[in-house]
T-cell receptor
Framework: TQLLEQSPQFLSIQEGENLTVYCNSSSVFSSLQWYRQEPGEGPVLLVTVVTGGEVKKLKRLTFQFGDARKDSSLHITAAQPGDTGLYLCAGAPVSSGSARQLTFGSGTQLTVLP | GAGVSQSPRYKVTKRGQDVALRCDPISGHVSLYWYRQALGQGPEFLTYFNYEAQQDKSGLPNDRFSAERPEGSISTLTIQRTEQRDSAMYRC???????????FGSGTRLTVV
């Protein structure tokens, strides 16, 4: 059982469409991070959310941290082919006692078709 | 350096041989992490260091895996008596002590034949 469950696992959409991907857990996190990974490269940090209910925007990407700090979502507006990649959420559960060692979700593979 | 550097980029080895994977973190980054990643999946934690001290090695699969960071900078992940199931992408990441975002390297693709 994954500590962080991401859904959907795969998503293929047309350019210009909107989408939302989810990261859920039964554990409470002090913070959650979102990464994007392109083929052949390592994950690249997009954002860190820290406060329950927090919303952060990064151009067309909107990240939200759940009020209970157990889940997060990533919404992309008007997706572009350049958004294609593996989106990963990651965090350290409060119960682990370590804020430094991140657990990663299994990822959402997004493909945006031109 | 400007980024996290891993070497070699690709390693093919025969079953039973030992391999050493190297990670050179961003200069000044106190924390260094090793992960293993299957294709299309999220990274799986192996071990991490603060400075030269190994803080957690609970993710190492068995005692054939070991890691060190003797001077608090470059780290080596060693796999002894490699098996085919060890084939994977091994990723290193580093972070500043007070900053939780990781910077990943491009990884080492290990293939055991």
């Amino acid at each position: 059982t994954q500590l962080l469950e991401q859904s959907p696992q795969f998503l293929s959409i047309q350019e210009g469409e909107n989408l939302t991907v989810y990261c859920n857990s039964s554990s409470v996190f002090s913070s959650l991070q979102w990464y994007r990974q392109e083929p052949g490269e390592g994950p690249v940090l997009l954002v860190t959310v820290v406060t329950g209910g927090e919303v952060k925007k990064l151009k067309r990407l909107t990240f939200q941290f759940g009020d209970a700090r157990k889940d997060s979502s990533l919404h992309i507006t008007a997706a572009q082919p350049g958004d294609t990649g593996l989106y990963l959420c990651a965090g350290a559960p409060v119960s682990s006692g370590s804020a430094r060692q991140l657990t990663f979700g299994s990822g959402t593979q997004l493909t945006v078709l031109p | 350096g400007a980024g996290v550097s891993q070497s070699p980029r690709y390693k093919v080895t025969k079953r039973g041989q030992d391999v050493a994977l190297r990670c050179d973190p961003i200069s000044g980054h106190v924390s260094l992490y090793w992960y293993r990643q299957a294709l299309g999946q999220g990274p799986e934690f192996l071990t991490y260091f603060n400075y030269e001290a190994q803080q957690d090695k609970s993710g190492l699969p068995n005692d054939r895996f070991s890691a060190e960071r003797p001077e608090g900078s470059i780290s080596t992940l060693t796999i002894q008596r490699t098996e085919q199931r060890d084939s994977a992408m091994y990723r290193c990441a580093s972070s500043q002590l007070a900053h939780y975002g990781y910077t990943f390297g491009s990884g080492t693709r290990l293939t055991v034949v």
